[in-house]
């Protein structure tokens, strides 16, 4: 009934644009935010980008001005747009919901995680 999938991941060229899409279900999807994340190599998850359920969003530091999150209620859908591409946003992006700021960080309410997708960027 939980239910998480991520895909549109890929292997593109530094400057080059990719486009995110995650499925779920809907209890999830109906949850006060959405949001991405993503873990590269060795690295801990990081937060990327959340969309509220009334549409204000946010962006991480690292992002903000190339990527745009957005959602489409009618398919329980959230969407990632990755432009101007960069290798340090190799890793594998997954989306979660019921994100609120715990103070430190962005963390979602939901413990369980999809398969993610895989996004590399080479030069």
């Known amino acids: 009934q939980v239910q998480l999938v991520e895909s549109g991941g890929g292997l593109v060229q530094v400057g080059g644009s990719l486009r995110l899409s995650c499925a779920a279900s809907e209890i999830i999807f109906n949850s006060k935010a959405m949001g991405w994340f993503r873990q590269a190599p060795g690295k801990r998850r990081e937060f990327v980008a959340a969309?509220?359920?009334?549409?204000?969003?946010v962006y991480d530091d690292s992002v903000n001005g190339r990527f745009t999150i957005s959602r489409d209620n009618t398919k329980n859908t959230v969407y990632l747009q990755m432009n101007d591409l960069k290798p340090e946003d190799t890793a594998v992006y997954y989306c979660n919901g019921g994100l609120y700021y715990s103070g430190k960080e962005w963390q979602p309410e939901f413990a369980s995680w999809g398969q993610g997708t895989q996004v590399t960027v080479s030069s």
């Open positions: 969309i509220a359920s009334g549409g204000r969003t």
